[in-house]
């Protein structure tokens, strides 16, 4: 049986053992895929080759499930792609803040620039979240999210900087200091229209702000050191 006939069998079918070859085609493809990936992340990660495997086999499943025989994309690109898609989603959940990165997150908390980085982060960390949960509400084709994940990879390391800010916001900042940040880098609102919203003086929702921007900072070195 060629490739086509086993789509056919198993897309419109719903042959199993069609499926399975598949799976057996393609496995060491994908745990390829793992390896490389786990290598160039290693510092995040403690796997071991058994746990790579199964993490590729079971990323291969949903590729194989999600493919659309119909659509002309061949299953080795769609496969490329959103194998190496599952995999970092996957990996992500053991995934460790990494020395590397954490020399890199101290730089860009210490040098000159600090506040301005920080500032930045914040106001992604925010938007992170929105759209977090925006896109779990929304119904697409996998195939259609295939361009939308092309960064991936450059977000990967950014993530770990958005997740220890998340955490500052919910965890360490008081009421007032959570409300000044999110009208401040999600609202984007000024000075004076959060000192109206709240009724409180410019220089209090000023001292505000520095509170929290200096507990995130030192909860973000306390979490990496």
Known sequence: ????????????????????????????????????????????????????????????????????????????????????????????????????????????????????????MISLSYRNMVSINQEKEKSRSIHEKISDNEKVEDNFENNEILLLISQAIENVLNDNERNVMKKTYFENKKLAVISQEMNLSKQRVNQLHRSALDKIKKFIKQKIL
């Open 1 to 120: 049986m060629d490739e086509l006939e086993l789509w056919i069998e198993f897309k419109e079918r719903y042959n199993l053992e069609a499926r399975d070859a598949l799976i057996e085609k393609y496995l060491n493809y994908c745990f390829s895929i793992g390896l490389r990936i786990y290598r160039k992340y290693s510092d995040f990660l403690n796997l071991d080759k058994e746990e790579i495997f199964g993490i590729s086999s079971f990323c291969l499943i949903k590729a194989i499930e999600n493919y659309d025989h119909t659509k002309n994309v061949p299953f080795v690109s769609f496969l490329s792609k959103m194998v190496t898609l599952y995999i970092k989603e996957e990996f992500s959940k053991y995934m460790n803040i990494s020395l590397r990165n954490q020399l890199k997150i101290l730089k860009k908390i210490s040098d000159g620039k600090k506040e301005d980085v920080l500032k930045m």
